[in-house]
């Protein structure tokens, strides 16, 4: 994380990377990364911010941590690079998109990076995880970092859509106090909660109807 471009993220990046918490954090990464298989590759980590700009934001989709196995985590939320074959995750994401709208996502494949391009910030709650271990990285800082994103969206004017899937991300929503978002929350669409909420929630449809209301909208 070495000081460099950050998509128009620049004055809140440069501010939290100064703050104690995220000194300690780097620490903590640079140890991990050193004498451990950690996920994604360490030029991958700011991938979302680096994918869509604070003033491109339309939908942000906050998960929970990143994929556990190899070659799958890319830095964005539940999204895989070309030619991994898509995770079962990603796949009820798919089948919710069919679902809802009545038609197959757009997506060719498991890399959701179309979708950032439109504004869809895909973050996770913890940026970071060990090799084959879920929430091995929780507790380290990155919720503090990520809750400093929500807070530097939330003031923006222009709305836009928060979809918080899992109780990871739904506990962020008290953060999201501006009237002028939408705030959409479900169970996480993992195979041991996506029939327990996810499945059903219509969050496409409901955020792109929210969208139309400012001639935008994604092509999921």
């Not at 990464?29 to 050193?34: D, S």
């Not at 679902?99 to 997506?107: P, Q, R, V």
Request: glycine share 8%; proline share 6%; net charge positive.
């Amino acid at each position: 994380m070495k000081d460099r471009y950050y998509n128009g993220w620049e004055p809140l990046f440069k501010e939290e990377f100064a703050k104690p918490y995220f000194v300690q954090l780097k620490k903590f990464l640079v140890e991990q990364y050193a004498t451990k298989t950690v996920y994604p590759p360490k030029q991958l980590i700011l991938n979302a911010f680096d994918t869509t700009s604070p003033d491109d934001v339309n939908v942000v989709i906050l998960g929970q941590d990143p994929y556990i196995n190899p070659g799958q985590a890319m830095g964005l939320s539940f999204s895989v690079p070309d030619g991994v074959r898509p995770p079962q995750s990603l796949v009820n994401i798919f089948k919710e998109i069919k679902d809802d709208l009545g038609y197959d996502s757009c997506i060719k494949g498991g890399n959701l990076t179309p979708w950032a391009e439109q504004g869809v910030l895909l973050m996770n709650t913890v940026l970071t995880v060990q090799a084959g271990l879920s929430n091995s990285h929780k507790g380290k800082g990155w919720e503090t970092f990520t809750d400093a994103v929500i807070r530097y969206l939330d003031k923006r004017e222009r709305g836009m859509v928060f979809m918080l899937w899992g109780s990871n991300a739904c506990n962020k929503k008290y953060l999201i106090t501006g009237r002028q978002h939408l705030v959409l929350t479900s169970a996480h669409p993992s195979p041991l909660s996506a029939y327990h909420g996810f499945f059903g929630c219509r969050h496409f449809s409901k955020a792109n109807a929210f969208l139309a209301l400012q001639d935008r909208e994604i092509r999921w």
